[in-house]
Structures are given as structure tokens and as C-alpha cells.
């Protein structure tokens, strides 16, 4: 099992003056200590389950770029973009570049989206549900298609037409697609259809969802077994390792239900200490799995 770290809350104890550098301590610390990637929260405002909205929030790819250059192996995904916030040629030139720049580490984290209060606030487009649904599977196509070197032709779309899907230069390898959220009629049918990683919830339905996700990729004619699981989990040692074997613990349960990795926030990510004890402590155990 991997482990990747999600950077979701920003605002750390030396302010924004400082953060740049905190960010360089964090994810050299991260990859160091043997963390698999990176992830940014693709949100404008700090969302609820972190802080209030006036918390620090940077943009996603800018930030995943910044940390592109000062790490060497981890993966960077956005976990993960609301479809709507971005025309999808524009999209797959973010993850493109990304992707070049970083020397193929990129990744597509993707979903509909749900954010409406934040859309409104900066004035992004934010279509109904159904609508962002219909946006979601044509950019994954659109993606797709000018991710194959060998097409740069138009693309006519209910929602999207592009007239030459031209992106140079290519990926230096086909970006891994993930799609976030545990939908069962339409998001985890996306998933079977189109991505190489999924991210559910680790919840008591985990199990159940799992299952809707395999009887998805039999109707779809996909290998269930090269879908990435992926789970979100807090990544909470205690402050001095006390919780240790507690999440030891959880990891074995989801790697029996056939999670492959976790992706998760670090508190206090700023206490260095707090991700070398992972590197020492956890991810050996967890790669064993």
C-alpha cells in the first residue's frame, strides 16, 4: 500500500510571507520520508472540514508546479478539480505541462465538483449537477484525446467543440486519470470507463461501493484489478507516535477490502517530525501490505 500526502489546510504559524519556504521544508521532508505523492486541494477558499473560508488557499497547479521543482519522484495530482472551473483544453495543457515540466509525475485528479458557495464568490461557472456530470465524462474524453500524440483533430461535443485538439508538447507519459467521489450511477461508471485511479470515501459503505465499482467495470469490459483504490485518511500519528499502531491497524482492514493507497491530511504538517515518524514508522509497514 502507498501513502501520499494532501495538502489541504495552508495556513501555517509563519504566514503567508513564509510559506513558499514551508511548502519547500514539507514536500522535500515528504519525499524524503518516502511518501508516493503529492496531492493539492483544487479549492479557492479554504473548505469547512479545514477552517473557514479565510483561511489560506493557493491555486492548485500554480502551487503544483512550485513543488515540481523542488522534488525529484513524487506524484502531483490535484485532488481534485471541479470540472467546471476549467475549459478542459486549458485542462489537459495544465496537466500537460505539469506533467513535462516535472519529468512525467503528473496526474488528473478530476470530479463534478460541489463547492457552489466559493464558485459564486469568484464568479466560476457552476453548472447544475446533471449538467457537470455531462462536463465531467466529455472532458475526460477530451483529455484523452489530446493526451494520444496521434490525434490533434476536432472534438464536437454536447457541452464542449474544440476545433484541433493540438498539445505540444505531449505528456512525457499519459497522465494517470482519477476521479474523485463514490456516486454509484454515474461516478464510479466514469471511473470503470475511463480512469486509472478512483478515490471513495472511507466510510462503513466502502465495502458496498467497491463492489458497485466492480459490477461497473464488468458491464464496462474493464480489469477491476488495474483500477487504483484509493482512500482519503487523516494522517494522525498522535503528537508523540501514541496512535501509531491504531493506524497501523486501519490500514490492514482497508488493505483487506482491497484499497491500494491512502491519501491524506498530516496536522501540524509544518512539525517536520511529524512526516519523518511516517517515513520511519509507517510507510515500510504499509508498502508490506
Known amino acids: 500500500m502507498e501513502i501520499g500526502l494532501h495538502l489541504s489546510d495552508l495556513t501555517y504559524p509563519n504566514g503567508p510571507g513564509a510559506l513558499a519556504d514551508d511548502l519547500t521544508r514539507i514536500v522535500t521532508t515528504a519525499e524524503e520520508a518516502g511518501f508516493a505523492r503529492i496531492s493539492m486541494m483544487d479549492h479557492v477558499w479554504q473548505i469547512a472540514a479545514h477552517g473557514p473560508p479565510e483561511h489560506d488557499m493557493l491555486e492548485a497547479y500554480t502551487t503544483l508546479g512550485y513543488i515540481a521543482a523542488r522534488t525529484s519522484r513524487v506524484g502531483l495530482v490535484s485532488w481534485v478539480t471541479a470540472v467546471s472551473y476549467r475549459a478542459p483544453g486549458l485542462l489537459a495543457k495544465l496537466v500537460s505541462t505539469l506533467d513535462v515540466l516535472s519529468g512525467g509525475r503528473a496526474w488528473l485528479g478530476v470530479g463534478a465538483g460541489w463547492n457552489a458557495e466559493e464558485a459564486a464568490g469568484l464568479g466560476l461557472d457552476f453548472p447544475p449537477l446533471a449538467q457537470r456530470f455531462e462536463m465531467l465524462e466529455e472532458t475526460l474524453q477530451i483529455c484523452r484525446q489530446m493526451w494520444d500524440p496521434a490525434a490533434d483533430g476536432p472534438y464536437d461535443g454536447t ?13 512525457l507519459h499519459r497522465p494517470r486519470v482519477l476521479i474523485g467521489g463514490g456516486g454509484e450511477k454515474k461516478t464510479l461508471r466514469l471511473v470503470a470507463k475511463y480512469a486509472d485511479a478512483c478515490n471513495i470515501i472511507n466510510s462503513p459503505e466502502l465495502e458496498h461501493k467497491l463492489e458497485v465499482l466492480r459490477g461497473h ?3 464496462e469490459g474493464r480489469d477491476y484489478d ?6 482519503q485518511v ?10 501509531t499502531d491504531e493506524f497501523l491497524a486501519t490500514l490492514e482492514r482497508l488493505a483487506a477490502l482491497g ?10 504538517v509544518w512539525e517536520l517530525d511529524r512526516v519523518r515518524r511516517f517515513g520511519r514508522d509507517v510507510i515500510p509497514a504499509a508498502a508490506a501490505l
Not at 159 to 171: F, G, S
Not at 226 to 231: A, G, L, R, Y
Not at 234 to 243: A, I, N, P, S, T
Open 234 to 243: 487523516v494522517l494522525d500519528l498522535g503528537d508523540d507516535g501514541e496512535k
Open 226 to 231: 488495474e483500477i487504483e483504490k484509493t482512500v
Open 217 to 219: 467495470c464488468e458491464r
Open 259 to 268: 484499497v491500494d493507497s491512502i491519501q491524506g491530511k498530516l496536522p501540524q
Open 159 to 171: 457541452h464542449y467543440q474544440l476545433k484541433r485538439t493540438l498539445n505540444v508538447p505531449a505528456p
